[in-house]
């Protein structure tokens, strides 16, 4: 069993940038596939991100590509999600999934993944 805790959140203005992390703990984090998620009040949870075990295979939402970068040290045993431009519409609880072994798919399914973090709170101020 891994657990996931995410950290990094905040308030930023519209244009700025934060990197989220999430750190993995109770087994190593590089048998895993990862991935990123975010819910907004009222609305379902959604795909942001996701990457392989080894990290080279990545994956995007098409209303962040270009500007989110998901990437991973396996040797903390921590995921980033590096976010730039951000947008008001980008404002939601972000949070971190872990699947043993190779991603599945689709990978933008929350049902693709067995361990979630708590979240993490990003607000854009417009």
């Known amino acids: 069993q891994v657990q996931l805790v995410e950290s990094g959140g905040g308030l930023v203005q519209a244009g700025g940038s934060l990197r989220l992390s999430c750190a993995a703990s109770?087994?190593?984090?590089?048998?895993?596939?990862m991935g990123w998620f975010r819910q907004a009040p009222g609305k379902e949870r959604e795909f942001v991100a996701a990457?392989?075990?080894?990290?080279?295979?990545?994956y995007y939402a098409d209303s962040v590509k270009g500007r989110f970068t998901i990437s991973r040290d396996n040797a903390k045993n921590t995921v980033y999600l590096q976010m730039n431009s951000l947008k008001p519409e980008d404002t939601a609880v972000y949070y971190c999934?872990?699947?043993?072994?190779?991603?599945?798919?689709?990978?933008?399914?929350?049902?693709?993944?067995?361990?979630w973090g708590q979240g993490t709170q990003v607000t854009v101020s417009s």
């Open positions: 999934a872990a699947d043993r072994g190779a991603l599945r798919q689709p990978v933008t399914l929350p049902t693709m993944y067995g361990y």
């Open positions: 109770g087994r190593t984090c590089s048998n895993y596939a």
């Open positions: 990457i392989s075990w080894s990290g080279g295979t990545t």
